[in-house]
């Protein structure tokens, strides 16, 4: 099975920053893709950002400009830097990650992150 660790989320004030960083127990391969996902309490689960091992990104417009998803192939870890924060930004991020070959998705066990004065 995929495990994927998450850690980096927090406390942090409007406007301040937060790097979420999500580790897979596997190589990411070009054929699979990465990202993150969002719940707040009473919301509904929103997407964040995705992006391949090819390259290929995709964020979510209410966190364009804001926010950048990267990668690290040698550490088999995917990156979420979220600069500007604000407190709609509260929620529990889930990493993600989607395998074409077996047709499974694996998530991570969820990070909070809380933007408030």
């Known amino acids: 099975q995929v495990q994927l660790v998450e850690s980096g989320g927090g406390l942090v004030q409007p406007g301040g920053s937060l790097r979420l960083s999500c580790a897979a127990s596997?190589?990411?391969?070009?054929?699979?893709?990465m990202g993150w996902y969002r719940q707040a309490p009473g919301k509904q689960r929103g997407w964040v950002a995705s992006?391949?091992?090819?390259?290929?990104?995709s964020y979510a417009d209410s966190v364009k400009g804001r926010f950048t998803i990267s990668r690290d192939n040698t550490k088999n870890t995917v990156y979420l830097q979220m600069n500007s924060l604000k407190p709609e930004d509260t929620a529990v991020y889930y990493c993600?990650?989607?395998?074409?070959?077996?047709?499974?998705?694996?998530w991570g066990q969820g990070t909070q992150v809380t933007v408030s004065l």
């Open positions: 596997v190589t990411i391969f070009s054929i699979n893709a």
């Open positions: 993600y990650y989607s395998s074409s070959s077996s047709g499974q998705t694996y």
């Open positions: 992006i391949t091992s090819g390259g290929r990104i």
